[in-house]
């Protein structure tokens, strides 16, 4: 069965960093495309960074050169490296998963992804 398991959520002052981790179990996450997401109230929920199996990664313009997202295989473990943070980056970012043989070129599209972990919390103060 397939989960994931989204932590690390703060309230942070603009300027901040966090790191958000997806613990992923019931399947290899090296043979997986993954991706973050991110909803705040009113909005629809947005492609943040997304990462193929090959390793390859893409990012949404508005957090290219701020944010990283990363995957350590040996843990199974989705992370979000994220600096330099705006109170527009606020709200409940989500970790998804879709099979490799299934993955979107899109990976900022949430049509993509099958699975989601339950979300975890940011928010950026100015």
């Known amino acids: 069965q397939v989960r994931l398991v989204a932590s690390g959520g703060d309230s942070v002052q603009a300027g901040g960093s966090l790191r958000l981790s997806c613990a992923a179990s019931?399947?290899?996450?090296?043979?997986?495309?993954m991706g973050w997401f991110r909803q705040s109230p009113g909005n629809s929920r947005e492609g943040v960074a997304g990462?193929?199996?090959?390793?390859?990664?893409t990012y949404v313009d508005s957090v290219k050169g701020r944010f990283t997202i990363s995957q350590d295989n040996a843990k199974n473990t989705l992370y979000l490296q994220m600096n330099s943070l705006k109170p527009e980056d606020t709200g409940m970012y989500y970790c998804?998963?879709?099979?490799?043989?299934?993955?979107?070129?899109?990976?900022?599209?949430?049509?993509?992804?099958?699975?989601w972990g339950q979300g975890t919390q940011v928010t950026v103060s100015s």
């Open positions: 998804a998963a879709e099979r490799g043989e299934r993955c979107s070129r899109n990976l900022l599209d949430k049509r993509a992804f099958g699975y």
């Open positions: 019931g399947f290899p996450s090296r043979n997986y495309c």
């Open positions: 990462i193929a199996t090959d390793g390859s990664t």
